[in-house]
């Protein structure tokens, strides 16, 4: 019994791992780790460090502000073009992994058509996090309906043969073009018109009902966290998403309800989205491979102040069928922990609204007024997370050392 398990899972595993879809949104999101890592380097020291007391009171705001627009403009030309990469490198990376011979094309149109959906009144604000589950569908889509138009060869333009190849490629592909624009453009047109919403406002709209809906409340937390974790585990930045929900949570706060804004980042973004200050402990100290063992040392300092976009994109977590299963699951065994020791009385209410940056401890202390009991919360949640990230870390690595064996057998 536990070897046809384990022969279905490896199975599955298998089918994922060569899933040209998938691959081609992996390796995107794997050629977006510099710059997420820049981006979220220039979000520690513009929001982070630039607003500590002792940087504050040190020097006067002009100063503070020109420092800051620095790396905003870093932020600008990384995490704010995130939706706009995605949608040429998606159908460029599809297009390789199906043998297309002119990928670049591909890449060209996806970011035509993304341009096609973007809200008339013009702006960049969907060129980011925002517009990157947009950018995948359309990514996707349009690189599969241009590599299908490609082999019919009644929509190929003949111009003979003493011209240069990009010559030919370029009228080979007019048509084509042409008919994804009149496609796409009819179904953005149709779409708002019948809707009142462009297609990026109608996504978060949708996503965004269910979560206001049900409010402070443990059900909502738990929500909130799956919904969270399972976009960034498909590489979808969620914070346009719920935005309203964490308005909710911050009201919350005020009111003295226990669900509320700190208590949810407290111990459910532990080291960032996921809890990963677990992970990083375990690739840090009880990892086997070398090269998690570096990686969690270049992201402890980033993943401090719960900025982990190196960790889910470099281990990778972000489609990793394994990994996945405890970037859900460990915040939501936290939430639910420190929920019930708060009902217990075992704990304090967080009565202090503390910003997602702040370090784990470090929040706990300023969230509840000092209270100690909150911090010894936070280091239980820490000891079992480590241990729920060590047994699927083990499974990780032991599935990479089959593979890399059967290469090398091969």
């Given at each position: 019994?536990?070897?046809?398990?384990?022969?279905?899972?490896?199975?599955?595993?298998?089918?994922i791992g060569g899933e040209v879809h998938l691959l081609a949104m992996r390796d995107s999101l794997m050629s977006m780790i510099p710059f997420l890592a820049l981006s979220g380097i220039a979000t520690f020291f513009a929001y982070v460090l630039l607003d500590t007391s002792f940087v504050t009171d040190s020097l006067d705001p002009t100063t503070i502000a020109n420092i800051q627009s620095f790396f905003v403009r870093i932020g600008n030309g990384c995490m704010n073009l995130m939706a706009v990469m995605l949608v040429v490198m998606i159908p460029y990376f599809l297009g390789r992994q199906k043998g297309f011979n002119n990928p670049i094309i591909l890449g060209v149109t996806g970011l035509s058509m993304f341009m096609i959906f973007n809200p008339l009144d013009g702006g960049t604000g969907y060129f980011g996090t925002?517009?990157?589950?947009?950018?995948?569908?359309?990514?996707?889509?349009?690189?599969?309906?241009?590599?299908?138009?490609?082999?019919?060869?009644?929509?190929?333009?003949?111009?003979?043969?003493?011209?240069?190849?990009?010559?030919?490629?370029?009228?080979?592909?007019?048509?084509?073009?042409?008919?994804?624009?009149?496609?796409?453009?009819?179904?953005?047109?149709?779409?708002?018109?019948?809707?009142?919403?462009?297609?990026?406002?109608?996504?978060?709209?949708?996503?965004?009902?269910?979560?206001?809906?049900?409010?402070?409340?443990?059900?909502?937390?738990?929500?909130?966290?799956?919904?969270?974790?399972?976009?960034?585990?498909?590489?979808?930045?969620?914070?346009?998403?719920?935005?309203?929900?964490?308005?909710?949570?911050?009201?919350?706060?005020?009111?003295?309800?226990?669900?509320?804004?700190?208590?949810?980042?407290?111990?459910?973004?532990?080291?960032?989205?996921?809890?990963?200050?677990?992970?990083?402990?375990?690739?840090?100290?009880?990892?086997?491979?070398?090269?998690?063992?570096?990686?969690?040392?270049?992201?402890?300092?980033?993943?401090?102040?719960?900025?982990?976009?190196?960790?889910?994109?470099?281990?990778?977590?972000?489609?990793?069928?394994?990994?996945?299963?405890?970037?859900?699951?460990?915040?939501?065994?936290?939430?639910?922990?420190?929920?019930?020791?708060?009902?217990?009385?075992?704990?304090?209410?967080?009565?202090?609204?503390?910003?997602?940056?702040?370090?784990?401890?470090?929040?706990?202390?300023?969230?509840?007024?000092?209270?100690?009991?909150?911090?010894?919360?936070?280091?239980?949640?820490?000891?079992?997370?480590?241990?729920?990230?060590?047994?699927?870390?083990?499974?990780?690595?032991?599935?990479?050392?089959?593979?890399?064996?059967?290469?090398?057998?091969?």
């Amino acid at each position: 019994m536990k070897n046809k398990f384990k022969e279905k899972l490896d199975s599955f595993l298998a089918w994922i791992g060569g899933e040209v879809h998938l691959l081609a949104m992996r390796d995107s999101l794997m050629s977006m780790i510099p710059f997420l890592a820049l981006s979220g380097i220039a979000t520690f020291f513009a929001y982070v460090l630039l607003d500590t007391s002792f940087v504050t009171d040190s020097l006067d705001p002009t100063t503070i502000a020109n420092i800051q627009s620095f790396f905003v403009r870093i932020g600008n030309g990384c995490m704010n073009l995130m939706a706009v990469m995605l949608v040429v490198m998606i159908p460029y990376f599809l297009g390789r992994q199906k043998g297309f011979n002119n990928p670049i094309i591909l890449g060209v149109t996806g970011l035509s058509m993304f341009m096609i959906f973007n809200p008339l009144d013009g702006g960049t604000g969907y060129f980011g996090t925002q517009g990157v589950l947009l950018s995948m569908i359309i990514g996707l889509t349009s690189a599969e309906l241009f590599m299908r138009l490609a082999k019919i060869e009644k929509l190929k333009i003949n111009v003979g043969d003493n011209v240069p190849q990009a010559v030919k490629d370029a009228f080979n592909s007019l048509l084509i073009i042409l008919i994804l624009i009149v496609v796409y453009a009819l179904a953005a047109t149709t779409l708002s018109v019948a809707t009142g919403l462009e297609a990026i406002e109608l996504i978060s709209d949708v996503l965004q009902k269910p979560l206001v809906g049900i409010g402070a409340t443990l059900p909502g937390a738990i929500i909130y966290t799956i919904i969270q974790t399972l976009l960034f585990a498909v590489g979808i930045h969620p914070g346009a998403i719920v935005a309203p929900i964490e308005a909710v949570f911050i009201t919350a706060g005020l009111e003295g309800h226990i669900v509320n804004y700190t208590f949810v980042t407290t111990f459910g973004q532990m080291g960032g989205t996921g809890a990963c200050a677990g992970l990083v402990v375990v690739l840090i100290f009880l990892a086997k491979r070398k090269e998690f063992r570096t990686l969690g040392k270049l992201a402890v300092v980033s993943d401090a102040f719960n900025i982990n976009e190196p960790i889910t994109f470099g281990v990778p977590i972000a489609f990793n069928p394994i990994l996945i299963v405890p970037y859900v699951l460990v915040p939501l065994v936290n939430i639910v922990l420190a929920y019930f020791a708060t009902v217990a009385g075992l704990i304090a209410v967080y009565s202090n609204t503390v910003t997602w940056s702040t370090p784990i401890f470090l929040k706990s202390i300023v969230g509840a007024n000092g209270d100690i009991r909150n911090v010894i919360m936070e280091l239980v949640c820490l000891v079992i997370d480590i241990f729920i990230w060590w047994f699927f870390m083990r499974i990780y690595e032991k599935q990479l050392d089959s593979q890399e064996a059967i290469a090398i057998e091969n």
